[in-house]
């Protein structure tokens, strides 16, 4: 019997036995329904959306499944000409089901248990389902590609049209709006543009507005005399950002200074705390919590253990991240509340920021039905994953979140590389994509995409390969630039090309003309 800790040894591991390999994989297939069926019985009650139920039970089963090391086992099967077990996300149980089967026919196995092998449309119901909640969240998809492609508008789409109807006219399927920017008078005349260019182009584009949520930044910067330059060994004073009308401290002479726009979290850091200032660029620790300030107040010490060479400007209005400290922050601040009563009546989906929890997802749904009450159907809601406690949660976002509306997710790569370490990004990137999988639920890939082609006219190589990778998810988002347009027409064709190649981790054995 397989346990949640065990190993496969491929010694122990006779690779000419098909009567181990099966009754290894029928004891997993046992086990794998018996703990599935506890995770499943704890979520059935959230869930109000019926439909989604074959989906949580899969996403269930494959948790319980990716609890073991199955390497050993894989490497056996492949053989025997048999699947193994690499592409089963979205189909848990018929993906088990069909090896079994297959083995026992090579076994010549007649049990009273003998697996029936499970029928096409079960293999592929996954699939189905993954697919129609997609169209659910973005509408169809253009008739040559799967993946759709999100655009972030700049504050120029409310009084440019043109721009607006290129960028739907060269391919996105879905624009962005962020509420951290612009007001809802501008807000409204982009939606304007967006739904008359629909009307033009006879085209689908979707409005997903994305709600600022706490702005953990840098207020007012002060430097030392003749130093303008952040070094590493520099010390930088945090302290609490104050009313734009009170008067700041005189610096002491020998540090530079600034302060953070949420101030309570300066009360949660200890020392050797590590805090990242401008994604990473400044990367500091904490050696003093009880630093005097010159007014008498105190502050946060902090010392540079990593900046350029060059050394780095300290800048205002700069990102702050506590990459292993837990903030326990409202995703929903005064600002995002007030927003609400213009999104939830004009957007079609809801971008969440810094949501971490399944109490953050109810809490935003509770916000919506207070201004909706049943007036129209709710926004489709994406969880923005850009910190460590987010994908430990995931599962349960999930359930919480696409139990009740149509949902979901966008790998935030800028916030989480920095969160999780760069290192570690890859790696978490694609157990996001396969656990999404395997609840159906749509992903975007978003962060820097083309980003030099965007901003400059040219694409370096690596972007163009991330382009090319981002076909695993359903979703790519492009940031607002002077090259939009082109670098649309650019990831349309990248998107068309790969996906000849590969769905999702699929490779497609299409011809190769090339030799």
Known sequence: MITATSEFDPESLNLDSPQILLFTLQSLRSQVIS??????NQWQSHIQRSEFLISALNLAQYLALRRHDLRSLQAALMPWGLSSLGRIEARVMPNLDAVIATLELICSSKTIHQQIRPPIESFFEGNRLLQKYTEDLFGKATP???V???VTLPTEAATNYELVKKIIQRGANCVRINCAHDTPELWLRMINHVRQAEQELELCCKVMMDLSGPKI??????TPPHQKRVFRGDHILLSRCEPENANYSVIPVEYFQTCCTVPEILDLLTIGTTVYIDDGKIRTRVIDTQHPLPDGRLGILLQVTHASPKGVKLLPEKGLNFPNTILPLNPLTEKDLIDLDFVAIHADIIGYSFVQRSEDIKLLQQELQKRLDGRVSSPAIVAKIETAIAVSNLPELIIHAAGKNSFGVMIARGDLAVEIGYQRLAEIQEEILWLCEAA???????????ESLVKDGAPSRGEMTDAAMAERAE???LNKGTFIAEAITILDDVLTRMETHQSKKTPQLRALHSW
Not at 35 to 40: G, P, S
């Open 144 to 146: 040559r590609r799967r």
């Open 35 to 40: 703990e599935a069926k506890i995770t499943f």
């Open 217 to 222: 930044r840098t207020g007012k910067v002060f």
């Open 475 to 477: 979703c790519v988002m």
């Open 440 to 450: 159906h639920v749509p992903v975007i890939w978003a962060t820097q995409v083309l």
């Open 148 to 150: 759709r492609i999100m």
